[in-house]
């Protein structure tokens, strides 16, 4: 029985110890530039959850996916998603599958699921700022059951937000920005 336990655990560790994790600051371009990449090497999805979006590189790395056949779904903040800047129209108008929240206060988080191995998180909006001139973080990590938690959750913020008020919430914009 121990012989299975000590097996098991030597497993189980080294599949942890192959995991690799990066960090990065801002102001810097490193976010910004590993994001990209990590878009730009997804073969199949890219999910992310974000508050605010208008770095015209990321914003571009999106469409870019959604040329190759990579499936691209983006959440974003309502509020921020109304600013004079958001990239959010620009991704909608390309055929990116957008919504914004419909369910909590604010959507606040900051974070990206690459064809459900690999993830970006922390302070780190995807806008021009946050690279040039905030003080913002990022992680990546391709640990198995960390990547799996947070396409979970990209599934279920999909989920629990509706559709039709985000349509709605677009159109509206849309028609402000026409004026």
Same mark, same amino acid.
């Given at each position: 029985?121990?012989?299975?336990?000590? +097996?098991?655990?030597?497993?189980?560790?080294?599949?942890?110890?192959?995991?690799?994790?990066?960090?990065? *600051?801002?102001?810097?371009?490193?976010?910004?530039?590993?994001?990209?990449?990590? %878009?730009?090497?997804?073969?199949?999805?890219? $999910?992310?959850?974000?508050?605010?979006? !208008?770095?015209? !590189?990321?914003?571009?790395?999106?469409?870019?996916?959604?040329?190759?056949?990579?499936? $691209?779904?983006?959440?974003?903040?309502?509020?921020?998603?109304?600013?004079? &800047?958001?990239?959010?129209? %620009?991704?909608? +108008?390309?055929?990116?599958?957008?919504?914004?929240?419909?369910?909590?206060?604010?959507?606040?988080?900051? *974070? /990206?699921?690459?064809? /459900?191995?690999? %993830?970006?998180?922390?302070? *780190? &909006?995807?806008?021009?700022?946050?690279?040039?001139? !905030?003080?913002?973080?990022?992680?990546? +990590?391709?640990?198995?059951?960390?990547?799996?938690?947070?396409?979970?959750?990209?599934?279920?913020?999909?989920?629990?937000?509706?559709? !039709?008020?985000?349509?709605? *919430?677009?159109?509206?914009?849309?028609?402000?920005?026409?004026?």
């Amino acid at each position: 029985m121990r012989l299975i336990f000590y +097996t098991l655990w030597l497993v189980l560790m080294s599949l942890t110890a192959y995991a690799k994790t990066e960090v990065y *600051f801002s102001p810097s371009k490193d976010c910004e530039n590993r994001i990209v990449q990590a %878009i730009n090497d997804s073969k199949k999805e890219v $999910v992310a959850a974000v508050y605010s979006i !208008n770095n015209p !590189n990321i914003v571009a790395a999106l469409i870019n996916a959604k040329k190759r056949g990579v499936k $691209v779904q983006v959440l974003t903040d309502r509020v921020q998603a109304s600013q004079k &800047n958001s990239g959010v129209l %620009i991704l909608k +108008t390309a055929g990116i599958d957008l919504k914004v929240h419909s369910k909590f206060k604010i959507e606040h988080n900051k *974070f /990206g699921v690459y064809d /459900g191995a690999l %993830i970006s998180t922390g302070s *780190f &909006n995807w806008t021009r700022p946050a690279a040039d001139s !905030n003080s913002e973080n990022c992680i990546f +990590t391709d640990e198995h059951e960390i990547a799996m938690k947070y396409r979970e959750r990209f599934s279920y913020l999909w989920k629990v937000n509706s559709e !039709n008020r985000s349509l709605s *919430f677009l159109q509206k914009i849309n028609r402000k920005r026409l004026k």
